[in-house]
């Protein structure tokens, strides 16, 4: 049998923070073989599926992953072998078995998930076919059309990603008037540079945080929009009209559990969940920041309820996204939808440590009305993955930095080539 896993075999390899992650290769007995890497986060939700470290302060500062390296060749190797590629719900179904565990901490997330997606890698190449024709195939071969996500595009970083005094984490472009992906991505980053090009000129730093956006101090988290909405007027757009704006505020980071408070020591406040909700909704007055991706703690369920139900989220169609509140977990998106809780789910492989996991949440997402965003990590590697799970799925967004560092337009670029393929 030809497409029969032969052997599995990881490798510790460095993330884009330069922490140490986790590669996996497969090879099947007919030498067709395909690697893939896992990403790594720094505001990670508290119920997101275990990474495990080594723990060694001699090596890496504990970060190493030697332990989850030795899990992929030793007993998921073991396990797996002579089983066959195209297998993906079994094999990830296997490796949970093994596990054990409820949150995949035995044999550690981070193993897991790389083999599951050099799995699937390996699948592909076998089957010759692109990766997004492949995911389409475990996820829905019914579904006929592809289309490709428009980008949002995180310019300023704030929060656990940047050096830097601003509170709320990420601000984004969202490019949702021009049609095609490329010209998205175009506008995106005249923008970028128009804003680089401003930021210079009053002064401010041009230094880039984790996910390739801007870090500079500021005066308030208004002066970011004020100087976002700048620069899209210097690129020749119209805030609004051509160009919205997105945030992830990150809340879980700066709620302080003890207090019950939202600390924003930019603002220099301490807000209630009502009062931060008054904030953002003074900000959508203002500005046309139309998706909101946690902007509440992820077990601050009755403001998420409260938050989400405002007739002005209604009334404006602001996309509010899960990330720490589901984390691509389906009984937590369960108990999000009976609340009336967001209307959209971030969706990061790693959260939940499978493909085949990964893919349930998103297809229970859109049987919900639910809209999808495909979601890097801060932590990247080279790997493009995302890109063509976005695709398969037709996923409404993609979140995956700015538009500059290598392994954040790695997957523009990956996007950009599938949308060449699609027209051709
Ligand atoms: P993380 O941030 O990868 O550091 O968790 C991304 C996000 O919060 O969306
Ligand atoms: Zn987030």
Do not use: C
């Given at each position: 049998m030809p497409n029969k896993i032969k052997k599995i075999h990881a490798l510790e390899i460095l993330d884009s923070r330069g922490n140490p992650?986790?590669?996996?290769?497969?090879?099947?007995?007919?030498?067709?073989?395909?690697?893939s890497a896992v990403p790594s986060g720094a505001s990670t939700g508290r119920f997101e599926a275990y990474e495990l470290?080594?723990?060694?302060?001699?090596r890496y500062e504990g970060k190493g992953v030697l332990k989850a390296v030795e899990n992929v060749n030793t007993k998921i190797n073991d396990a797996l072998e002579g089983v066959s590629v195209f297998e993906q719900t079994q094999i990830d179904q296997m490796m949970i078995d093994l596990d054990g565990t409820k949150n995949k901490s035995s044999l550690g997330a981070n193993a897991i998930l790389a083999v599951s997606l050099a799995v699937m890698s390996t699948a592909a190449k076998a089957n010759n076919v692109q990766l997004y024709e492949?995911?389409?195939?475990?996820?829905?071969?019914?579904?006929?059309?592809?289309?490709?996500?428009?980008?949002?595009?995180?310019?300023?970083?704030?929060?656990?990603h940047g050096g830097t005094n601003i509170n709320i984490q990420e601000f984004w472009l969202v490019a949702h008037k021009a049609k095609t992906f490329s010209d998205k991505l175009r506008q995106s980053s005249e923008i970028f540079h128009k804003l680089g090009e401003l930021l210079h000129s009053v002064g401010m730093d041009t230094d880039l945080g984790n996910e390739g956006g801007y870090s500079p101090n500021v005066k308030s988290h208004r002066q970011v929009f004020d100087?976002?909405?700048?620069?899209?007027?210097?690129?020749?757009?119209?805030?609004?009209?051509?160009?919205?704006?997105?945030?992830?505020?990150?809340?879980?980071?700066?709620?302080?559990?003890?207090?019950?408070?939202?600390?924003?020591?930019?603002?220099?406040?301490?807000?209630?969940?009502?009062?931060?909700?008054?904030?953002?909704?003074?900000?959508?007055?203002?500005?046309?920041?139309?998706?909101?991706?946690?902007?509440?703690?992820?077990?601050?369920?009755?403001?998420?309820?409260?938050?989400?139900?405002?007739?002005?989220?209604?009334?404006?169609?602001v996309v509010v996204v899960g990330d720490d509140l589901f984390v691509t977990n389906v009984k937590r998106l369960k108990k999000g939808i009976e609340m009336g809780v967001a209307n959209s789910i971030l969706i990061k492989l790693n959260q939940i440590?499978?493909?085949?996991?990964?893919?349930?949440?998103?297809?229970?997402?859109?049987?919900?009305?639910?809209?999808?965003?495909?979601?890097?990590r801060s932590g990247e590697t080279a790997d493009t993955t995302i890109a063509d799970l976005a695709v398969a799925v037709n996923a409404e967004y993609i979140k995956t930095g700015s538009t500059s560092r290598g392994e954040r337009t790695a997957k523009y670029n990956r996007l950009l080539n599938i949308e060449e393929k699609l027209n051709n």
């Open positions: 992650t986790v590669q996996a290769t497969v090879e099947l007995s007919n030498g067709t073989s395909a690697t470290r080594d723990g060694d302060p001699h492949y995911i389409r195939s475990l996820y829905n071969p019914k579904l006929k059309k592809y289309k490709l996500p428009t980008p949002v595009v995180n310019v300023i970083n704030g929060g656990a100087l976002i909405l700048q620069a899209i007027e210097n690129a020749g757009y119209k805030p609004g009209k051509d160009i919205n704006l997105g945030i992830d505020a990150g809340a879980s980071e700066f709620y302080n559990e003890k207090t019950k408070k939202y600390e924003l020591p930019l603002e220099n406040k301490n807000l209630t969940g009502d009062e931060l909700i008054d904030f953002y909704f003074d900000l959508m007055e203002i500005y046309p920041l139309r998706i909101v991706e946690d902007p509440l703690d992820q077990e601050d369920w009755e403001n998420w309820q409260d938050f989400t139900s405002d007739q002005f989220i209604k009334n404006n169609d440590g499978t493909l085949s996991e990964t893919l349930e949440a998103i297809r229970y997402a859109q049987e919900n009305d639910y809209q999808v965003i495909v979601s890097h």
